[in-house]
Every structure is written in C-alpha cells, then in structure tokens.
C-alpha cells in the first residue's frame, strides 16, 4: 500500500530533509516515527528536498507499507513519535502509480523578509532580515523578468547535480505588507539553491545598488559568479506541492505569515 503525507517543519535545527550521518535531518525524523508505526522499516520518498535551515508549510512525501492503520491512526502516531519541530497535518492512502516528486506538477516557495532598522529577536531564524529599505516595486519589476522558461545556470548551486538548468517560472510576485516583505514563486522544478538566488539578486536590485535589467544580463550570463549573494536560507518556506486532480492530494494550508 503506498500512503502520501503533508507535513510541516521549522528547519532551524535541521541540517535540511535528505537523511545523512551523524546529523539530525527531517527524514531520519519522519522514517523513524513511520518505522514506529508501522512496526517495520519505512522509506520515506519527498517533493522536494529542502537544504539546511529551510522550512516547509506544504511538504508531500510517500511511504510503501503491508501494515493496515486507519488514516487517523497513522496521524496520532507519527505525530506522537515526531519532535515538535515536525507535525504531519494529514495522511492518505494512494494509488501506486502516485509518485510525491515525479508526479508533481508545481511547487511554490515563499521567502519572508523582515525589512526595518533592528532584526527580530523571537522570529531568528524564521525569517530572513534586512536593515535598509527595500523598494518592493523594482523587486516585482525584476522578478516578472524571471517568469516563463529558461535556462537558470546562474542560479544554481556550484554543486548542483542537476542534468539540465531549464526550469518553468509559472508566478513571481513580490509584496510588502508595512515592514514585512513576502515573495511568492512557483515553478515545474526548482534548483538547488535557486530560489535563494533569485531572491539574492531582487534584493540587490530593491537596495537599488543594482538596475531592475541588470537580472536579465544574469540570465543571460549563465554564471553563478555574476548573480551576487544568495539570500540567508532563514526566509525559506517551500508552501505548496501541486499534483493531478486525480490524485485527491489535499490542498496545502495557506501560506506563512508574519504580519
């Protein structure tokens, strides 16, 4: 039987989801309370593997189990066995042919980004800050320069393993509500580091040390050197995996919000 899940994270304590040696990741924590449940050992296959310090609202994930639980059994027992870090908000039986990575159609991020004076002291590592004013119309303006496909080496991670840089920017907005800045983006797949990238360069352009065109000379560019500073992975919330109707996915809950 293979089972889908949504679940949620604070990744500030997490060296990202994908399980490694010797460091607390969010899939040795989902496998382990799933094992628990299950009363075998259970693999966990995800959307997106999100890095160190980044968070989830929306993650999807599924596990292949011969154990029988109800939905609500599943539910009250991973979450006992999860730390408080992590909660699993539902759980589904699905079909085999479901696929929580390849089967997505979408996946949307958004960036938080507080932006006055002093930094936050109960929302660090929750946020990313930012002291001098950001003008949030240039940044849309750059941002609408990014939608559509194209070739995203410049905002690639150098270690990267991906076969092709061609991604499908479908949404790229950027807004400001008083202090708080959120930027919402959603694409057929994203790169490692991407996201942060691209907010990295909006940022440069909404301190105005850069030209709202100055984003598509690093597009075109194709190198990850001219692209500036990615932004710090705190602001990071994957928030959304969308699927085929067919599927009966739950839709994700509404998106992170600060103000």
């Not at 890095?51 to 006992?80: K, P």
């Not at 499908?168 to 057929?188: C, K, P, Q």
Request: glycine residues 6%.
């Amino acid at each position: 039987m293979r089972i889908a899940i949504g679940l949620e994270y604070l990744g500030v304590e997490f060296k990202g989801w994908q399980r490694q040696v010797g460091v607390r990741t969010v899939q040795a924590c989902v496998e382990e309370a799933l094992s628990r449940v299950a009363d075998h050992s259970v693999s966990v296959v995800t959307a997106g593997r999100t890095d160190t310090a980044v968070h989830a609202t929306g993650q999807v994930a599924h596990f292949d189990t011969l154990s029988q639980r109800s939905e609500y059994s599943w539910l009250r027992g991973v979450n006992t066995y999860l730390p408080s870090d992590i909660s699993v908000h539902w759980v589904r039986p699905t079909v085999e042919e479901f696929h929580a990575r390849f089967s997505a159609q979408s996946r949307c991020y958004r960036y938080v980004i507080l932006n006055r004076p002093t930094r936050s002291a109960v929302l660090r590592g929750r946020v990313a800050w930012h002291c001098l004013p950001l003008r949030s119309a240039a940044m849309q303006a750059a941002a609408a320069l990014l939608v559509g496909e194209h070739d995203f080496s410049a905002f690639r991670a150098a270690g990267c393993q991906a076969k092709s840089a061609v991604r499908r920017i479908d949404e790229f907005t950027v807004r400001r509500h008083g202090n708080w800045l959120s930027i919402d983006v959603r694409a057929n797949a994203f790169l490692q580091h991407m996201v942060r990238n691209m907010v990295g360069v909006l940022v440069a352009v909404g301190t105005g040390s850069e030209r709202v065109e100055w984003v598509t000379e690093v597009l075109a560019g194709r190198d990850r050197r001219q692209a500036g500073a990615a932004a710090p992975a705190s602001g990071l919330y994957l928030t959304a995996v969308d699927y085929p109707a067919g599927f009966r996915i739950p839709p994700p809950p509404p998106p992170c919000r600060f103000w």
